[in-house]
């Protein structure tokens, strides 16, 4: 009987160390994906855009090679920068002192916040290039292939907290209805 409840014991205690040690491992930060830097992938998005006419899906591809190519011209001259920044908060262990908070996120933000900004005046261009191309139910479908691209790189928060989290609402626009 007292093997059992020791084995027992013994048994819960390793499953509790177990899940205690889920819950604190942390996520790696990737400084490109902060950025914005990801691709498109051409015959997806057309499929989604639903492009029928050759032309148009020929001066659509040839646009977002443009941008894709533009992209890997600015990751190839940043990554020394975004490699150092991801290398930086990976390294760091912040703590609750909310004054070296504040200095570490303005100095990341120094570095990260061009880059950001180039990428977003390359899509802005994208944008208005497709806008000019595409009919208005097209470039609908593909400013929300564009948003759902954009909200698969965002970072998932661990499990136990969504478990323990409200549900997100995807439409803010939406008034609630008590």
């Given amino acids: 009987m007292k093997k059992i409840l020791l084995l027992s014991l013994l048994l819960f205690s390793s499953i509790l160390i177990a899940q205690r040690q889920n819950a604190q491992k942390r996520q790696n930060f990737d400084a490109s994906k902060v950025v914005g830097i990801f691709y498109y992938e051409e015959v997806k998005a057309i499929k989604r855009i639903k492009i029928k006419?050759?032309?148009?899906?020929?001066?659509?591809?040839?646009?977002?090679?443009?941008?894709?190519?533009?992209?890997?011209?600015?990751?190839?001259?940043?990554?020394a920068e975004l490699k150092g920044v991801t290398d930086l908060v990976n390294a760091t262990k912040i703590g609750s002192n909310r004054g070296v908070l504040g200095d570490f996120r303005t100095r990341?933000?120094?570095?990260?916040?061009?880059?950001?900004?180039?990428i977003k005046g390359f899509e802005k261009r994208l944008n208005a290039n497709l806008k000019e191309q595409l009919s208005k139910k097209q470039f609908k479908n593909w400013l929300k292939f564009q948003k759902r691209t954009k909200r698969e790189l965002e970072p998932k928060a661990p499990e136990v907290q969504r478990r323990n989290a409200p549900p997100r609402r995807r439409n803010t626009r939406q008034r609630r209805r008590y």
Avoid: G, Q, T, W
């Fill in 53 to 79: 006419e050759k032309e148009l899906k020929y001066s659509v591809k040839k646009a977002i090679i443009s941008y894709n190519s533009k992209i890997k011209e600015i990751s190839f001259l940043k990554n």
């Fill in 108 to 118: 990341v933000s120094k570095v990260l916040s061009p880059i950001r900004d180039s």
